[in-house]
């Protein structure tokens, strides 16, 4: 006697009747699930990438701005002194590291051309602790000098104005006297964040040479914070807002929702996704449950004839089709497992359509993501997909009359 019940027995004996028919059904099954499964993880991994390079190059977890700055951005909006919040942020411990930045929108030239763009002064070791911003470093070096005599700049605005390190600039802008002031440096270094705000319009030179040109001191126009657990923004937040009720303490979020309106189409596409793997899945095992069934009419009704209780064979049907559901989905989970792998290490290389991506801040070397709730998804949409494709072959066999099936009288 086999310790398994005779359902399952006969089930599993029947898928392999048909051997060519059962293995498209899985490979259909498998195929799909790993094509989705890949896409899924990159998705994540893309939109992941820009909130990520966001906050690390430029909002943090929380920024601190003046209500009337975003506005208007003049420097009579601004935060001062800074020495208050520098003294708040030291009795939050959920805060693991600030930034403070004092910026001025302008005119960047060089003997040849001019455009519009953003002078920030930011301090080199703070903007390390808070983002790493070296590591955005793509030529020369993450110095202003020995005398702050040098400046970074973003990739992109680099290249509209065909500066290279060492490349004199002058930049032009209005101080808080409201005097045009114009001040030189050189390039040092060019930086390429993935964040278009940066890499189209930032110029970063040192925070004292920015405070002297403008002849503002002890003040900021943005103040960006990094805390150490996510779990803790909201309750940051809440404790500044209650220290500083004059001025917007803002989340990432807040600060830019279109990234969250992309992780939502992101959802919304993952799900349509899962729905077609859904039909794929339960048209496949459907289409091989029905001819199975009706191919197999007389036999079951022998089956019941002979007096075998209908619940065996219904069993026995919902079986096969579970059967080839989880060896797909096994099958397909294990490819998708392969691929997202590969990806989440050597990555997806796009630099054929860099140009395109650098618009919308993606990266030319994708990375996917890989988490444990993409295979939870999969394995109920495959699970779902099989007890659909199996009701209404399950309500043709209800309806026969055994011995009308064996003699040959179909209904």
């Known amino acids: 006697m086999s310790k398994y019940p005779l359902s399952t027995v006969l089930a599993w004996l029947s898928i392999w009747r048909r051997k ?13 699930l790993t094509g989705l499964l890949g896409l899924q993880g990159l998705y994540d991994g893309m939109i992941l990438h820009l909130i990520n390079t966001t906050i690390r190059s430029d909002s943090g977890e929380i920024s601190l701005y003046n209500k009337k700055y975003r506005l208007n951005k003049t420097l009579e909006y601004r935060l001062t002194p800074i020495s208050n919040y520098i003294e708040a942020f030291s009795k939050i411990e959920a805060i693991d590291a600030y930034s403070v930045r004092l910026e001025k929108e302008g005119l960047i030239a060089t003997a040849h051309k001019s455009l519009g763009a953003v002078l920030k002064g930011i301090s080199l070791s703070n903007e390390q602790n808070f983002g790493e911003l070296n590591d955005f470093i793509t030529q020369g070096e993450y110095s202003f000098g020995e005398k702050n005599q040098k400046a970074l700049i973003g990739s992109a605005l680099a290249k509209k104005l065909n500066l290279n ?24 270094g060019i930086l390429k964040t993935g964040n278009p705000t940066i890499d189209d319009q930032a110029v970063f030179i040192s925070m004292e040479k920015m405070s002297t040109f403008l002849d503002v001191h002890q003040s900021a126009t943005q103040i960006a914070l990094r805390v150490k657990d996510s779990e803790h923004i909201l309750m940051v937040q809440q404790e500044l807002k209650k220290r500083f009720p004059a001025i917007d303490v803002l989340r990432w979020d807040e600060l830019y929702p279109l990234l969250i309106q992309m992780q939502e189409w992101m959802n919304i596409f993952n799900l349509a996704s899962y729905a077609i793997v859904f039909i794929v899945a339960a048209l496949g095992i459907f289409g091989v449950m029905l001819v199975s069934v009706l191919e197999r009419m007389r036999e079951f009704s022998i089956m ?76 109920f949409a495959v699970f779902f997909a099989t007890l659909l494709s199996v009701i209404w072959p399950l309500r043709k066999l209800k309806k026969i009359k055994p011995i009308q099936v064996i003699q040959g009288k179909m209904l």
């Open 165 to 188: 390190i060492g490349s004199r600039v002058i930049f032009t802008a209005q101080d808080a006297t409201g005097e045009i002031n114009a001040i030189s440096f050189r390039i040092s």
């Open 20 to 32: 060519t028919r059962s293995l498209m059904v899985i490979m259909m099954i498998a195929l799909s």
């Open 304 to 379: 019941l004839a002979i007096g075998t209780p209908y619940r065996t064979v219904r069993n026995q049907i919902i079986m096969e089709a579970s059967f080839l559901g989880l060896i797909g989905y096994i099958a397909g989970a294990l490819g998708g497992w392969i691929f997202l792998l590969y990806m989440s290490t050597a990555g997806v290389d796009m630099r054929a359509f860099e140009a395109g991506l650098e618009l919308y801040g993606y990266s030319a070397v994708m990375y996917a993501n890989m988490h444990l709730y993409y295979f939870f998804q999969a394995f």
